[in-house]
């Protein structure tokens, strides 16, 4: 019996090693990995400059508390602003400590504006983690049930839609939360004049516009930012997932009346930012600009959405193809969360978030003999499936 909480429903495998986007498990079995850990290992498995750096970082100094100096973390703060135009972040190790740090810093926002009950817009179908406040946020009901009572302040209306968040009568609201392409919803794209629409309503209003990129930021959609794509310059913005590629780090970034918001004391964690995780994402972003990464992640994407479509011409049952770059959806009209398992058995990992969508979150580092293995096995998976 295991000793482990039952929080998850997990695939009767495991990896020992990985190779690029390979991974073996104990029998030395290979799968092509078309997840990467859900956009977490950007640089794929065991990539050479990663490993060196982290290992080099460890022989010279894992961590050290944020009651010192981290120049790691000073440098990262400045790469992070160069790459965004952002002001400052502040570093945590996920993707809903990051998400709890951008929920406290509009509340505290609100407060030194008057407003004592500050009210945050979040989004239909949303996904911002599993933490009270981060779940409360989030647009799913299954993720909430059971926690209840939720942290109030939260304002919900449909994603990309620009009417339902004019029409907001509230005083009270402080900021809108959101991912400007949905994740775990389903791989829904805003589309880039509803995201202008936001900012627009957003300065007018005195609120803060907050972009979640935790899944669709870092690369994957052919810009550091997906938000870049709208050229809409958030005023906090939210990373984790692929910034480390694999080693634990997030980061909440602010800007213009988000930054300086915080003042020594106001927030914190332990391990926050620590040397090897600032080493692990620094390295990751020099690797994805010298290799030319982000070029990579746009055509390679564009080209694995026009085989899908291709190869699944004509096929009853396919809803939709939808993404951008290397962050891809293919929505089915039934529920199909069984693909995985059989694309398991034929050595491929992929994932089915929303029911019916098949995603797609490959590593950059992807080559064009994955991208048509990909394509073949799994097109041939879901013409199976919905014959
Ligand atoms: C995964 C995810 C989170 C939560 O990140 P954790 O590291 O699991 O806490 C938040 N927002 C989005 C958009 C995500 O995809």
Redesign the pocket.
């Known amino acids: 019996m295991s000793h482990l909480m039952n929080t998850y429903a997990r695939l009767p495998v495991a990896f020992t090693h990985g190779q690029g986007a390979r991974v073996f498990d104990e029998a030395g079995r290979g799968y092509l990995d078309a997840l990467a850990g859900?956009?977490v290992s950007t640089l794929g498995h065991a990539h050479p400059r990663l490993v060196k750096a982290i290992a080099d970082q460890a022989g010279r100094i894992l961590h050290a508390s944020n009651i010192y100096r981290i120049r790691e973390q000073e440098q990262l703060g400045d790469r992070l602003a160069a790459l965004s135009g952002m002001d400052e972040a502040f570093l945590c190790n996920?993707?809903?400590?990051a998400?709890e740090a951008a929920i406290k810093l509009a509340r505290m926002c609100g407060h030194q504006k008057g407003i004592d009950s500050p009210a945050i817009v979040v989004m239909e179908k949303a996904?911002?983690?599993?933490t009270l406040a981060?779940l409360s946020a989030t647009g799913n009901r299954k993720v909430q049930a059971g926690f209840e009572p939720l942290v109030g302040g939260f304002v919900r209306v449909p994603f990309d839609d620009l009417a339902a968040v004019e029409n907001i009568a509230a005083g009270n609201v402080v900021a809108v939360l959101l991912?400007p392409i949905q994740?775990?919803g389903g791989i829904h794209v805003a589309r880039a004049e509803y995201l202008q629409g936001l900012r627009r309503i957003c300065d007018e209003r005195g609120w803060l516009l907050m972009f979640?990129e935790?899944?669709?930021g870092l690369g994957r959609t052919g810009y550091w930012f997906a938000s870049q794509h709208a050229g809409v310059k958030p005023d906090v913005m939210?990373l984790?997932?692929g910034l480390g590629s694999g080693v634990p780090i997030?980061a909440c970034l602010a800007a213009g009346p988000a930054a300086g918001v915080f003042k020594p004391g106001n927030h914190g964690s332990t391990f926050g930012g620590n040397p090897l995780a600032c080493t692990a994402a620094l390295t990751t972003l020099a690797v994805i600009e010298e290799d030319g990464l982000l070029a990579r992640a746009a055509a390679l994407g564009a080209k694995l959405r026009g085989a899908f479509a291709g190869a699944l011409e004509g096929q009853a049952g396919v809803v939709a193809i939808r993404g951008d770059g290397l962050m891809i959806g293919i929505e089915l009209d039934r529920p199909c969360g069984e693909l995985v398992m059989r694309a398991l058995e034929r050595g491929l990992l992929i994932n089915v978030t929303a029911e019916k969508v098949v995603r797609l979150l490959p590593a950059l580092v992807f080559s064009d003999a994955d991208a048509e293995e990909l394509v073949s096995i799994l097109s041939a998976l879901i013409r199976e499936f919905l014959a």
């Open positions: 859900i956009a996920s993707g809903c400590e998400n996904f911002h983690g599993r981060t991912e994740g775990e979640d935790i899944q669709c939210t984790a997932k997030g």
